[in-house]
């Protein structure tokens, strides 16, 4: 047959979507197929099963590419059942199941994307420290280790002209360059992986996808600033980065990749691994030292900045996932290279998490300066279900809502921070007609709220206070005055908060504000919810014309509000309703209304 | 300070040897501590209080500190449901408050009387393209709705009750 002669690869999406759509079951019943397959069509050895980060696509999760010689297939929306039958019709008759593979609208999703750190996702195994080396792993270490000096290291990154992928932007060469300056016995590199931002996930991405370009970036980092030990502070939330890192870093110590006398050189470090705990403000550099120190996450007030002062006092860097990961590529391929995408000011590509209500949901790397509407439409695939574009939602609670008049503004540092938002971390939110823009600013301070570490006062008191407003406002009770009474606080706590939690988080309220003012007035003079989603200020009941008495919504009612018989008319008891809205969701004759 | 079992004593023993061979510090060993126990029981802070000769006050300004250390022994199935902003503006609210009905969680509380379920939030899992996001026993599911997430407790409610 074939097959027999035939490299068969199968690569299954293992990235956050493959995982939460059932992957490893996908996987399992391939191993097993093959296996008994093996026996009858002899296709064993050729075929190894390869567990690849993330795709991108996760929307279509999960995703499986099979490969034959040189031919590579990709399916869509892949079910553990379904593998039998690839692998009966594909590897055995050498049939593509045509009606589950991809179409032209899934390389749509990949045309206008310029993939860096996420160029190797389908190459690598993240388990497999050989897989790395095979597409270039690693050489920028020895490039670096054995042929540059660390200035000149640093001069390649500064060159390149990236920025902190962290949220703040700061020019990484610069960093190094100021650590490597200060004098010190001993200094430190720390990698950034507590991704705060509650709705993005690039970081354990990039981690879970290719650990070991994080690790290298570390690795060249450490030798730029002259530190010789590194620590990686991931959240625990992430159980699986934290185990692809810790099998990375020792396959990398077997290797001498870590350890003392690297590759052979003079150069000795180490990285160890710090597990967060839940509290996003250990994100901001200061507190995420003193955690590592054991300590309760508290940030401190700067200068002096970490470079100088950092962890247990000595030099460190501290620099997010992305940036590290970008590193070993701008080595390899050299600083005109990374250069040459991006604009003027933001250089290079960012990866983005697009989620909300795009069609196409996953993790996207684009060039800096793309425009905002290529991300949504052409990349995204546009709004799902028919509804309207009504904001996007980036750099989380730091950031802003930019609204769809401005779906033509660049993507970058600069356009984003001057329409009030910021490029953050990476996290884009997109929303629809059906989404409050009060309550989702509302959202933000909850959760800025119970996050603020208490430290300092104008955040600690100033968002309960900013979200007590908001909770009167989104329950029907505003004010008269209250929408500039949150510009007033939101300005005064942006500049006497002791760090950027506080100094960022009156953001969501005012870009929303700026843009959907009329929302918030809405809200405080009619007592109305213009996108129907504050439960105080509307009202479930059903219409008559169309109800068919099919009692759908009289079962999912959970506080037994709904009462009718069969066939007719049913009604809803408004005292008893918990606005839950189950009977609008499931009701197919859209004859429950909201007002 | 309080007593403890012989048993507990060894588990005690074992976080401690942990912590001293990796040069651990207060965070990783409550994390040792309550990944041993399920939570974090008084007893044993007292315990590790005297044996590091460090003032109980310390621990607890850590365990108050992150979310992620819990006081109070927990349900025997965890359902974490994501309320990231992702999983928000998917409905992931409706989501917890229809688990907590079903469960009949009361409020200010997040377990069942019988500890059978303790539900929680989380700011993001990191699963945000498949939003409303569920871990159920360390599992991760995406694209959850009220439905499935209803029958999946159920049938651990089923397997509950066979054994
Ligand atoms: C409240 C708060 C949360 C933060 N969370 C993160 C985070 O989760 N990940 C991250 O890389 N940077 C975070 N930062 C930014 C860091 O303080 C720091 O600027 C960054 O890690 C530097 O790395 P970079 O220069 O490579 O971006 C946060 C900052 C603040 C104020
Ligand atoms: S917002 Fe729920 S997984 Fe990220």
Redesign the interface.
């Known amino acids: 047959m074939k097959t027999e002669k035939n490299d068969i690869k199968i690569k299954v999406c293992m990235g956050?979507?493959g995982?939460?759509?059932g992957g490893a079951d996908v996987i399992k019943v391939f191993k097993d197929d093959l296996a008994s397959a093996n026996i009858k069509a002899k296709i064993g050895k050729g075929c190894s099963l390869h567990k690849v980060g993330c795709f991108g696509l996760?929307?279509r999760?999960v995703l499986v590419d099979v490969i034959v010689g040189k031919n590579k297939t990709t399916y869509q929306y892949v079910k553990p059942d379904m593998v039998p039958r690839i692998v009966k019709e594909h590897l055995i008759e050498n049939n593509p199941v045509s009606e589950w593979t991809v179409g032209d609208d899934y390389y749509s999703f990949y045309n206008k994307q310029i993939k860096v750190v996420l160029s190797e996702f389908s190459e690598v195994d993240p388990e497999d420290i050989d897989t790395y080396t095979a597409v270039g792993g690693y050489e920028a270490t020895k490039k670096v280790l054995t042929k540059f000096t660390p200035e000149k290291t640093i001069a390649i990154i500064k060159k390149s002209g990236i920025r902190g992928r962290g949220g703040a932007g700061f020019p990484t060469g610069v960093k190094w360059e100021i650590c490597r300056k200060v004098e010190s016995d001993q200094k430190f590199i720390i990698c950034n992986a507590d991704?705060g931002?509650?709705?993005?996930?690039m970081d354990?991405?990039v981690i879970e996808g290719n650990p070991h370009s994080v690790i290298e970036g570390m690795i060249i980092g450490a030798y730029a600033i002259g530190a010789t030990k590194g620590y990686v502070y991931v959240r625990?939330?992430?159980?699986l980065a934290v185990e692809r890192l810790t099998i990375a870093i020792k396959q990398a110590r077997g290797k001498n990749l870590l350890g003392e006398n690297i590759l052979g050189t003079k150069f000795n470090f180490d990285v160890r691994l710090?597990?967060?705990?839940?509290?996003?403000v250990c994100g901001e550099e200061t507190a995420l030292i003193a955690?590592?120190?054991?300590?309760?996450?508290m940030p401190r007030a700067k200068p002096p900045f970490p470079v100088h002062s950092g962890l247990w006092g000595k030099p460190t860097v501290i620099n997010n996932v992305e940036t590290l990961a970008n590193v070993p590529y701008i080595i390899r391929k050299g600083a005109d290279w990374f250069s040459s995408f991006g604009t003027e000011k933001s250089k290079g590509t960012k990866v983005f998490?697009?989620?909300?209500?795009v069609k196409n949901?996953?993790?996207i790397e684009v060039p800096m300066g793309i425009l905002l509407r290529e991300i949504i439409y052409d990349i995204g695939g546009g709004i799902e279900g028919g509804k309207a574009f009504k904001a996007v939602?980036t750099g989380?609670p730091s950031g802003g809502c930019i609204p769809a008049e401005l779906v033509d503004i660049n993507v970058d540092y600069e356009s984003l921070a001057k329409v009030g938002s910021i490029v953050g971390s990476g996290?884009m939110?997109v929303?629809d007609d059906t989404?409050c823009m009060v309550s989702?600013a509302k959202?933000?301070l909850e959760?800025t709220q119970a996050e603020s570490?208490g430290k300092c006062v104008p955040c600690r008191v100033g968002t309960k206070r900013l979200l007590e407003i908001l909770d009167r406002i989104t329950a029907g009770k505003g004010r008269e005055g209250d929408i500039e009474l949150l510009e007033d606080l939101g300005n005064d706590i942006k500049l006497s908060s002791l760090c950027g939690l506080g100094q960022t988080a009156p953001n969501p309220i005012l870009s929303t504000i700026k843009y959907f003012r009329h929302e918030y007035e809405a809200h405080i003079k009619e007592q109305k919810c213009p996108a129907k989603v504050c439960k105080d200020l509307i009202e479930y009941g059903i219409l008559e014309e169309f109800c068919k008495g099919c009692g759908a919504c009289l079962r999912v009612c959970?506080s037994k509000a709904i009462t009718g018989e069969k066939k007719k008319p049913h009604i809803i008891s408004v005292d008893v309703c918990i606005k839950?809205?189950?009977c609008f969701d499931v009701c197919k004759f859209k004859a429950v209304k909201k007002e | 300070m309080l007593e403890v079992s012989p048993e507990v004593e060894k588990k005690l023993d074992g976080v401690l040897q942990k912590h001293i061979t990796d040069e651990g510090n207060i965070i990783s060993l409550l994390q040792d501590m309550q990944e041993a126990f399920g939570y974090i029981p008084e007893k044993a802070v007292g315990w590790f209080s005297k044996k590091l000769d460090i003032p109980e006050s310390r621990f607890y300004g850590v365990i108050t500190f992150y979310s992620q250390f819990h006081t109070h022994p927990r349900g025997r199935n965890l359902i974490t449901a994501c309320c990231g902003t992702a999983c928000h503006v998917k409905g992931s609210e409706r989501l917890i408050n229809s688990l907590r009905r079903e469960l009949n969680i009361v409020e200010e509380e997040d377990t069942t009387d019988d500890r059978k379920f303790t539900v929680e939030k989380v700011a993001c899992i990191g699963t945000c393209s498949m939003a409303p996001a569920v871990i159920i026993n360390k599992k991760i599911y995406g694209n959850m709705t009220a439905d499935k997430l209803m029958k999946m407790v159920k049938t651990l409610e089923g397997k509950k009750n066979e054994d």
């Open positions: 956050p979507g995982i939460a759509t996760c929307a999760d991704e931002d509650p709705g993005a996930f354990r991405a625990a939330e992430y159980p710090k597990l967060g705990a839940g509290a996003f955690s590592i120190e054991g300590q309760r996450g998490a697009l989620t909300g209500k949901t996953g993790l939602q989380g996290g939110v929303l989404d989702i959202f933000f959760f570490c959970p839950c809205g189950a």
